[in-house]
């Protein structure tokens, strides 16, 4: 059962990333590091609501 989720860049806050997640194997909130086309640079992305 994988979950819809949106990854954020926690630096200018823009949702730049749609992804789906295992609940099981990830119950708390994702940060991953990728790429952020506003920042120009990879920055951490957190998982919203
Ligand atoms: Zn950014």
Avoid: G, S, V
Wanted: with cysteine; glycine share 0%; charged share 40%.
């Amino acid at each position: 059962m994988r979950t819809r989720i949106t990854l954020a860049c926690t630096e200018c806050k823009n949702r730049n990333y749609d992804t789906t997640k295992d609940k099981k194997t990830h119950p708390e909130r994702m940060e991953i590091k990728k790429y952020c086309p506003f920042c120009r640079k990879h920055t951490m992305h957190k998982e919203t609501k």
